[in-house]
Nanobody, 122 residues
Framework: QVQLVESGGGLVQAGGSLRLSCAAS????????MGWFRQAPGKEREFVAG????????FYADSVKGRFTISRDNAKNTVTLQMNSLKPEDTAVYYC???????????????WGQGTQVTVSS
């Protein structure tokens, strides 16, 4: 069982930055691939970024490549999403998710956080 709690969302102007954090419970955090997803009003939840168990591999949606960076600290049971050069179209609720072993870009994850709102004004 893994519990995930996101933090760091808020309101920012276009071109600004935000840093999202996800704190995970449990002693087996290093056995889970982690992902960040987002869901805008009226749209399906979509993959944003993912990171492998040891952080040796990262994956990004084309829409955020070069602007967002995912990282993890297995000693602290945390995963972070650094978001730079934010655009109004990045506005969404952002979710942290965990699944065993392998990063998926689909929503096939076992555990989800409650989400944190990110709003980018133009």
């Amino acid at each position: 069982q893994v519990q995930l709690v996101e933090s760091g969302g808020g309101l920012v102007q276009a071109g600004g930055s935000l840093r999202l954090s996800c704190a995970a419970s449990g002693r087996t955090f290093s056995m889970y691939a982690m992902g960040w997803f987002r869901q805008a009003p009226g749209k399906e939840r979509e993959f944003v970024a993912g990171i492998s168990l040891s952080a040796s591999s990262t994956f990004y949606a084309d829409s955020v490549k070069g602007r967002f960076t995912i990282s993890r600290d297995n000693a602290k049971n945390t995963v972070t999403l650094q978001m730079n050069s934010l655009k109004p179209e990045d506005t969404a609720v952002y979710y942290c998710a965990a699944r065993p072993w392998v990063v998926f870009t689909s929503t096939d994850y076992d555990y989800w956080g409650q989400g944190t709102q990110v709003t980018v004004s133009s």
